[in-house]
């Protein structure tokens, strides 16, 4: 198993309640439950949105014993340096400002949780999001993406639609009066960023062989249209989504990237 990380001091703490964790039931949930007969001889890429609850303590937890459980090996990747888009919508700078803050909520994620992961047996390797932004065929992905967005109009609207469906959320959870101003033109790009460096991401992912993706929810609209149009078609038993459910849960907290800034303050985002 390699690990791209340092050691570093985390200035957050995250316990496992046995008795919370005893509570918690997850289970796969698969758009075609054939699917599920495969894992046993299926590598999954287990991809973690950095601050979210669901990838910290008891929740992150039962996930590698599901895991474990279930596949025959596993992956994980940090999407820490992705989050500097989001990290930037309530605030006045760029999204590269937070470039620096976002690398460093993927480490303190990585040393918090390593009680976590380390039970995960079949894991192979821990990957950072850099390694798709330095990638050497970023840029080629970059432009057969971004052709195809131009000139499919039904592939334009399922990144549209998910923007969309973002920020009503955002704007229903922190639109309070710690944000009395909200630039929806300025959200819409950072999102609309976000999203297409998150897609020409998957696209490359296919050379890490992995059969599933899991993730605690839903893949979004953009992401199964990527799937559909560049991934399937020279991949089609590679990157099929799988999502988590937890039985017996409590409503799941906004996520919440801790980074670290001169005011030591926190960001949130959904």
């Not at 080629?140 to 993406?145: D, N, P, Y």
């Not at 078609?233 to 409503?251: C, E, G």
């Amino acid at each position: 198993m390699k690990q791209d990380h340092e050691k570093i001091k985390i200035p957050l703490d995250y316990s496992t309640n046995q008795s919370g964790r005893n509570r918690i039931k997850p289970v796969f949930k698969c758009k075609d439950n054939s699917y599920r007969a495969s894992f046993k001889h299926s590598r999954c890429l287990l991809t973690i949105s950095v601050g979210q609850e669901i990838h910290e303590s008891d929740k992150f937890s039962v996930t590698v014993d599901l895991i474990n459980n279930a596949f025959s090996s596993c992956i994980i990747l940090v999407d820490d340096t992705l989050q500097r888009h989001t990290m930037a919508l309530d605030s006045d700078e760029d999204a590269s400002f937070f470039y620096k803050s976002s690398l460093e909520a993927g480490d303190f994620w990585l040393e918090r949780n390593y009680q976590y992961y380390k039970n995960l047996a079949i894991l192979e390797d821990i990957v950072r999001w850099d390694r798709w932004l330095n990638h050497p065929e970023y840029f080629k992905r970059e432009t057969i993406l971004k052709n195809l967005f131009q000139k499919d109009p039904s592939y334009r609207k399922a990144f549209e639609n998910t923007i969309q469906a973002f920020l009503r959320r955002y704007r229903r959870r922190f639109l309070t009066e710690d944000l009395p101003s909200f630039n929806t033109a300025r959200a819409h790009r950072l999102c609309l960023d976000y999203l297409l460096e998150e897609n020409i991401a998957l696209s490359l992912w296919p050379e890490l062989n992995c059969h599933f993706e899991v993730y605690p929810n839903q893949r979004n609209l953009a992401m199964s249209e990527t799937h559909k149009r560049l991934v399937i078609p020279d991949y089609p038993t590679l990157l099929h989504a799988v999502s988590i459910k937890f039985k017996n849960r409590r409503q799941f907290k906004p996520q919440i990237l801790i980074h670290c800034q001169s005011s030591n303050n926190s960001n949130k985002f959904i």
